[in-house]
């Protein structure tokens, strides 16, 4: 079996798995990439929630921490002793209330001032105390801001103002602050599970650890921006989702919310190649199970399918395939075996067809070859090697039709036909390989097929030897029915003049002997003798004549053979030849059915013949044997043969190369054998003798 190349070439079955793999691969990375933006989505939803949800609760955290101070600041300006340390000034009381009080509300420091926001007393750090002072502490309380944040040597404070009444009289002030530093952040941190910073506007900012890389950098890029409760800043740089806002109740203070994804990555990236991981497990499983499913599904039905092909191929029509299966393989098997009983009917049909083909041509009475159109032998019969004496075989078909040892004079008329296109029907042909010389039919014309296109030739190659015997034996038989006829009058015109020429001459003759004249005159004598002689010659031919015309009626009788023989040969006088005439009889019964008579007038004209034809000292010979159910009656001479120019005209009336004689002995032994039906062949060869077989 041939193959291309290319996936065209690919066999089904590899097809098959490679489909399969192929839509379990594809499925899974489409799976993997399906699963992983949908999680990547859902992180990102996750991230930008949890980074909403982180801001607001710094915000909560911060409103929380503010009404708490504030919440405390409150209550502390209105213990009683507050107010009356600040209202009778007792300044180291004051103090010490006050310092009573920080620790355990986790203020970082207090102070009470006056209206003119000098201070009276304080707890806590003296500078941070003295720097509010600074910043008019009181006047921000009167101006509507009782909250607000300081800037105190770049660290953040968050102050509340209450004031510290006495009948509803400010007699004072009460200033608490927080810083919100690292111990502020931290649990903020905790609660919200992210990163928080927070930032003075563009003067200072607070951190729980160290600045890194990513947070230096969003610094850098949002610090000195001015921010708003409608303008809040998010993105994400590298593996930091981060959000800048404000805090509605302190516009001044930035918080910064950070969520680190980079953990979220590690796992998403573990997912990653678990899913690869997995999908290749999956490919492997998937393959096993291709193969384990092109096996017990593809492969064994498609073997039977393979192996009857295969039978089918080497000839076995006989072979039945499985038909009991339920599925395509099922159907295919239906179809396939529907298929191969159509084909075992045009088969045996085929066949039939063939073996009655093949009948009619080893029986047609015709050689027949058939070749190619490169001239190569493709098909012949049996007749055609046996008129031929060609041997051929299978070996033979194939070969051009100049290398299968045809006849010379068949060759060249091919060769002709082939280079030239010029066929032939009916070109009457004698063959060199033939020993007898047998005279052929030839026909070649081109093969054509159903639509007239030409496939070949045809040669037919038919012996009509026997034809052209008819035809010659008719034409004689023309020629000596009218020469006959004509044989036939002038016979009787001339016998009975003949008659009685010879006997007034006998008559003359007997008269001249009684005078005694022949003796005086033996001259005389001679010439009624010669005159005598001729006359009985001329009697002779013309009973020939009358012999060739009148019609042969045989009787057959019970003969013996070597009687019968010896009776022929008795007629010719040895003592008058110098031939030998030998008689030969090799028959395995003494008598024999035929017309002696007849028989022996054949048999002396042919004898005479031969002994005409031999020269002295030669033997002729007259055989009698048994070929077959024919008794063979055999005259056979060492002469010189008969030429081929005398072989067309040897049965014509009257036709002789002999100084004397009618060339009516042939013609007369033919109308005898004619009246027996029975065979009469003459055998020739220049140089070597005449051989002729009567068959009786």
């Not at 006495?166 to 009460?174: A, D, Q, V």
């Not at 082939?418 to 010389?437: A, W």
């Not at 023309?478 to 010879?502: C, D, I, T, Y």
């Not at 002997?513 to 005159?521: E, G, L, N, Q, S």
Request: aromatic letters at 10%.
């Amino acid at each position: 079996m041939k193959h291309g190349h290319g996936f065209r070439s690919t066999r089904i079955s590899v097809r098959v798995i490679l489909a399969f793999l192929g839509l379990v691969l594809f499925q899974g990375i489409i799976s993997i990439i399906g699963v992983s933006w949908i999680i990547q989505r859902a992180n990102e939803e996750s991230f930008e929630n949890e980074i909403r949800r982180t801001v607001d609760s710094v915000r909560a955290y911060t409103d929380d921490a503010i009404r708490d101070i504030k919440v405390k600041t409150s209550l502390l300006a209105g213990q009683k002793k507050v107010i009356d340390y600040t209202d009778y000034s007792l300044y180291n009381l004051l103090s010490q209330e006050l310092s009573l009080f920080r620790i355990p509300m986790r203020i970082d420091a207090i102070s009470v001032l006056r209206p003119d926001s000098s201070i009276i007393a304080y707890s806590g750090e003296s500078y941070v105390v003295r720097l509010a002072e600074t910043h008019s502490i009181v006047r921000n309380f009167l101006e509507g801001t009782p909250i607000f944040l300081l800037n105190i040597e770049n660290r953040i404070y968050l102050w509340v103002v209450s004031p510290i009444l006495r009948e509803k009289i400010p007699i004072g002030y009460l200033a608490s602050a927080i810083q919100l530093d690292r111990t502020f952040l931290r649990p903020l941190e905790v609660a919200v599970g992210a990163r928080v910073m927070f930032s003075l506007k563009n003067q200072a900012f607070v951190s729980t650890g160290l600045l890194d890389r990513i947070t230096i950098h969003i610094l850098e890029r949002y610090y000195k921006k001015e921010l708003t409760s409608q303008s809040d800043i998010s993105g994400r740089i590298e593996s930091l989702v981060y959000k800048a806002t404000v805090i509605p109740s302190l516009p001044e203070l930035y918080a910064y919310c950070f969520i680190d994804t980079a953990e979220y990555h590690a796992l998403f990236r573990q997912y990653t190649y678990f899913s690869i991981g997995f999908l290749f497990l999956v490919i492997i499983m998937a393959t096993i199970l291709a193969i384990l499913f092109y096996r017990v599904t593809f492969f064994v039905p498609l073997g039977l399918f393979m192996y009857a092909v295969q039978k089918i191929a080497s000839g076995d029509l006989s072979y039945r395939i499985d038909t009991t299966m339920e599925d395509e393989f099922g159907d295919l098997a239906l179809a396939f075996e529907d298929m191969m009983e159509k084909i075992r009917i045009r088969e045996q049909r085929i066949k039939e067809l063939g073996n009655y083909n093949a009948l009619i041509l080893e029986n047609v009475p015709a050689g027949i070859m058939t070749f190619d159109l490169e001239n190569r032998l493709s098909a012949y019969n049996e007749k055609f090697t046996q008129l031929t004496n060609l041997s051929l075989s299978t070996a033979s078909i194939g070969q051009v039709y100049s290398q299968i040892g045809l006849p010379v004079q068949l060759e060249q008329v091919l060769t002709e036909v082939f280079r030239e296109k010029r066929y032939v029907s009916f070109k009457e042909l004698i063959l060199d390989s033939v020993s007898d010389k047998r005279i052929f039919s030839l026909t070649l014309v081109p093969l054509l097929s159903e639509g007239k296109e030409e496939v070949g030739t045809l040669l037919v190659l038919l012996d009509i030897t026997k034809e052209k015997e008819l035809e010659q034996k008719l034409a004689l038989s023309s020629r000596m029915a009218a020469v006959g006829e004509m044989v036939a009058g002038v016979a009787h015109q001339l016998r009975n003049p003949l008659a009685v020429m010879k006997m007034s001459f006998e008559l003359l003759q007997e008269r001249l002997d009684a005078v005694a004249i022949a003796k005086r005159d033996p001259e005389t004598k001679k010439l009624m003798q010669a005159v005598i002689y001729e006359l009985d010659t001329l009697g002779k031919v013309v009973s020939n004549f009358l012999d060739f015309t009148r019609p042969f009626f045989m009787h057959k009788q019970e003969t013996n053979i070597s009687v019968f023989l010896k009776e022929v040969c008795s007629s010719f006088q040895k003592e008058e030849h110098r031939v030998s005439l030998r008689i030969v009889v090799d028959v395995p019964r003494e008598s024999y059915s035929f017309d002696p008579i007849l028989i022996g007038q054949a048999l002396r004209n042919l004898i005479q013949n031969a002994i005409d034809a031999s020269q002295d000292g030669n033997e002729v010979y007259l055989r009698a044997y048994q070929e077959e159910n024919s008794l063979v009656l055999e005259v056979e001479d060492h002469g010189p043969g008969i030429p081929d120019e005398v072989m067309k005209r040897i049965f014509e009336p009257f036709y002789t190369t002999k100084t004397h004689g009618t060339g009516l002995g042939l013609s007369i032994v033919h109308r005898i054998m004619d009246v027996h039906g029975k065979k009469f062949e003459l055998f020739t060869k220049p140089g070597e003798g005449t051989r002729v077989r009567l068959l009786l």
